[in-house]
């Protein structure tokens, strides 16, 4: 039985604009986790890297939380645990922290335990711990997933998943400002019901842009990627949303949506990264917003152990 492991989890876009809970993006960003176990007892995390001095050394943290419901789950006896995160995921920013730190958890500690569950399983749990299946997809399977929670003959919800990747290269540049935003707060400002002209907006879009990026057929994304559900509520969180937006358009993205939760705004393309990472930079900086940006590709692997 292995007594170290260590895992690499990919940061992860989720929505893509219309699809709100649904689609998601692994990405070419990674946080790296070392998880001992030991015979003494007690428990040591160790951070770096970001969130380091904001992400709890307790019991709350959620990588120990995940990793101890794979325990639960299999009936494992551990003494003393070490985690060491090296994490290069911005926190709360909408690049799946959060979905990054509860994969990277299960699946260190089913491996660390002799790998007695099944990727569909730990899915299952990840969705059951951040709420919804749309950032823990691609971080456990990576490419590019749909993902539901559908009530099976059973009688139980489980979550579902179809993973694939386009057959063209696409870049993703996100534009990260320099302030946080919990999903949780991002969600608050969002209505519980919505009219069915909207519904019909954002599945129209949403058959486009899942068309458009298994065809390859980008040229569609600047429409694809329109959203109605989140994005028009959540625009007051983001100052400078639509320039940033539309700086990115202009410098030759294909299209641009919201990150995840936000506030990271991400634009797709296939050429011109730099002129729209540096256009996406200026147009944030006109609202007195400081941000800098990462240029992405899709990262095809989800979470693996690296030992
Ligand atoms: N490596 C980590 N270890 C422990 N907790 C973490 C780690 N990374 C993130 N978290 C927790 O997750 C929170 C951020 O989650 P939140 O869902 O608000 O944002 P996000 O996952 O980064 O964005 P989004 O879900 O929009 O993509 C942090 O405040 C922290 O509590
Ligand atoms: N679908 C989620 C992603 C962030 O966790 C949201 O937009 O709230």
């Not at 649904?22 to 176990?37: D, F, K, M, P, Q």
């Not at 559908?150 to 998943?161: D, K, L, V, Y």
């Not at 917003?289 to 693996?304: E, Q, R, S």
């Amino acid at each position: 039985m292995l007594n170290t492991v260590k895992v690499r989890v990919p940061g992860t876009t989720a929505n893509c604009g219309p699809g709100f809970d649904s689609v998601g993006i692994a990405c070419t960003i990674y946080n790296s986790l070392e998880l001992s176990v030991s015979e003494a007892s007690g428990l040591i995390i160790e951070v770096s890297g970001e969130g380091a001095g904001a992400i709890p050394h307790s019991e709350k943290n959620i990588v120990w939380q995940a990793a101890k419901a794979v325990f639960a789950k299999v009936g494992f006896v551990y003494g003393g645990i070490r985690i060491r995160m090296v994490n290069a995921i911005p926190l709360a920013r909408g690049l799946g922290s959060s979905a990054a730190a509860i994969v990277g958890g299960l699946v260190a500690a089913n491996a660390i335990s002799g790998n007695q569950l099944t990727r569909q399983q730990l899915f299952e749990l990840a969705t059951d711990i951040e709420g919804h299946p749309d950032n823990v997809a691609p971080a456990l399977f990576g490419g590019i997933t749909l993902s539901t929670v559908a009530t099976g003959s059973e009688g139980a919800a489980r979550a579902h998943h179809l993973r694939f990747l386009p057959p063209a290269p696409l870049s993703m540049i996100v534009a990260v400002p320099d302030f946080t935003l919990s999903t949780r707060a991002s969600r608050q400002v969002l209505p519980q019901t919505v009219s069915l002209q909207d519904a019909v907006f954002n599945i129209s879009r949403t058959a486009l842009l899942i068309g458009a990026l298994c065809k390859g057929e980008f040229q569609h994304l600047q429409y694809a990627l329109e959203d109605k559900l989140h994005q028009p509520y959540r625009q007051k969180l983001v100052p400078g949303m639509p320039e940033v937006f539309q700086a990115a358009l202009a410098n030759g993205a294909l299209g641009a949506a919201i990150s995840g939760a936000g506030p990271c705004l991400i634009a797709f393309a296939v050429s011109k990264e730099k002129a729209i990472g540096d256009a996406m930079v200026a147009a944030f900086g006109r609202h007195q917003i400081k941000a800098g940006y990462h240029v992405l590709t899709i990262d095809p692997d989800g979470a693996k152990i690296i030992n």
